[in-house]
């Protein structure tokens, strides 16, 4: 990484978002932004930012999250933190004039200071941490005692039609390697009777899964969904040969025309709204 230093389990997630896949995040901010938009009402809802809240914000991405909590309750501030540099170069360019800061850092192990933060929430980050426990823990330290915590996680593949149906598409024949639970990924954090244990043993208290069901908009249209995926999931394609490319192109293509509606590709999705608070 180009500015700070990830936990050694983190190496890997940090050379992966400081790196291609985070730039190519970046240069499609917009579109993931859109994707997950039905899922940002109830996210600040449960956030609640209250005046003059110091918010941080982990996993930022491109920032939207926490320009929204700052836009939503006067004197709030907030710092998002992400691993991806370019990510984080497109949320600086959209915070202009807020009173919002965004720093290179592994939330894992980056020292924020004794409850320093009033509400701590993340759109989809935490899921990526290679040591939960250890995160949680450092994010507990950093919130007020009676502080908040709001993070929006996937649920399992089953449950996700959009993930499950890509997955299929670029398979081409192939055994797709999923991550073990509990591993950094997509479903790290999808089964309550794990993770309601591990925010507790880190120091939070009154946890609560809240289950959501909201479509993804996945492009445009059948043929400007097909060409972003297939750069979102180029990772699914190596060691593929043209025919197989090919093929988990046609496919791709296949699903999404057949969920194409006016407002562009969509397809359901599952997701777990959890809250809790920094124990006393």
């Given amino acids: 990484m180009s500015n700070t230093t990830a936990a050694p389990s983190n190496a890997r997630q940090?050379?992966?978002w400081d790196g291609e896949h985070g730039r190519y995040w970046a240069d499609h901010a917009d579109l993931y932004d859109r994707s997950?938009?039905?899922?940002?009402p109830a996210l600040l809802a449960a956030a609640g930012p209250a005046p003059d809240d110091r918010i941080?914000?982990?996993?930022?991405?491109?920032?939207?999250?926490?320009?929204?909590?700052?836009?939503a309750a006067s004197g709030a501030r907030a710092l998002g933190v992400d691993l991806s540099s370019a990510l984080l170069d497109v949320a600086r360019r959209r915070a202009a004039g807020l009173a919002v800061e965004f720093l290179q850092a592994d939330a894992q192990v980056h020292d924020f200071g004794p409850a320093a933060y009033d509400l701590?929430?993340?759109?989809t980050g935490t899921m990526f941490f290679g040591d939960a426990a250890a995160a949680f823990a450092n994010l507990a330290r950093a919130t007020s005692p009676g502080g908040?915590?709001?993070?929006?996680?996937?649920?399992?593949l089953d449950e996700n039609e959009w993930l499950r149906e890509i997955f299929e598409a670029l398979r081409v024949g192939r055994d797709l390697p999923m991550p073990l639970p509990g591993a950094p990924g997509p479903f790290a954090q999808s089964d309550p009777a794990v993770v309601e244990p591990l925010l507790r043993a880190a120091g939070w208290s009154d946890v609560t899964f809240d289950a959501l069901e909201r479509?993804?908009?996945?492009?445009?249209?059948?043929?400007h969904g097909?060409?972003?995926?297939?750069g979102q999931s180029a990772w699914i394609l190596l060691g593929t040969d043209d025919a197989q490319r090919a093929t988990a192109?046609?496919?791709?293509?296949?699903?999404?025309?057949?969920?194409?509606?006016?407002?562009?590709?969509?397809?359901?999705s599952a997701a777990w709204l959890i809250t809790a608070r920094r124990a006393p």
């Fill in 36 to 40: 997950v938009a039905g899922y940002q």
């Fill in 56 to 71: 941080l914000d982990v996993g930022c991405g491109s920032g939207q999250l926490a320009i929204d909590l700052v836009r």
């Fill in 249 to 268: 192109a046609a496919n791709l293509r296949a699903l999404f025309a057949a969920h194409h509606t006016a407002d562009g590709v969509r397809l359901s």
């Fill in 14 to 16: 940090a050379r992966d």
């Fill in 148 to 156: 908040r915590l709001a993070i929006l996680v996937w649920r399992g």
């Fill in 226 to 230: 097909t060409r972003w995926q297939l």
């Fill in 120 to 123: 701590v929430v993340s759109r």
């Fill in 215 to 223: 479509s993804i908009w996945l492009g445009e249209d059948p043929d």
